[in-house]
Nanobody, 115 residues
Framework: QVQLVESGGGLVQPGGSLRLSCAAS????????MGWYRQAPGKQRELVAT???????NIADSVKGRFTISRDNAKNTVYLQMNSLKPEDTAVYYC?????????WGKGTLVTVSS
């Protein structure tokens, strides 16, 4: 059973930074697509960024240039560095791992951007 545990969310002022981490267990490290999605109140869940095991990255236009996804295959962990945060980045951020077409989700971590 694949389990994903996120950490690093919290309250930050506009223009600030946060780093999210997601550790996966129960699966072989280094395989599958890992990434982040977010869901703001009243909105659908949307892709933020994903990274394949080979390092190919897909990142949403809304965060391009501000957010960076990275991955440590040896640790089976994915990170999301978020800089220049805006109030519209406020959401619950979910870690995702897609393994052979099956999606696994973390419970989510809340990021609130507010002054």
């Amino acid at each position: 059973q694949v389990q994903l545990v996120e950490s690093g969310g919290g309250l930050v002022q506009p223009g600030g930074s946060l780093r999210l981490s997601c550790a996966a267990s129960g699966s072989i490290a280094g395989i599958g697509i890992m990434g982040w999605y977010r869901q703001a109140p009243g909105k659908q869940r949307e892709l933020v960024a994903t990274s394949t095991s080979g390092g190919a990255i897909n990142i949403a236009d809304s965060v391009k240039g501000r957010f960076t996804i990275s991955r440590d295959n040896a640790k089976n962990t994915v990170y999301l560095q978020m800089n220049s945060l805006k109030p519209e980045d406020t959401a619950v951020y979910y870690c995702n791992k897609n393994l052979y077409g099956v999606n696994y989700w973390g419970k989510g971590t809340l990021v609130t951007v507010s002054s």
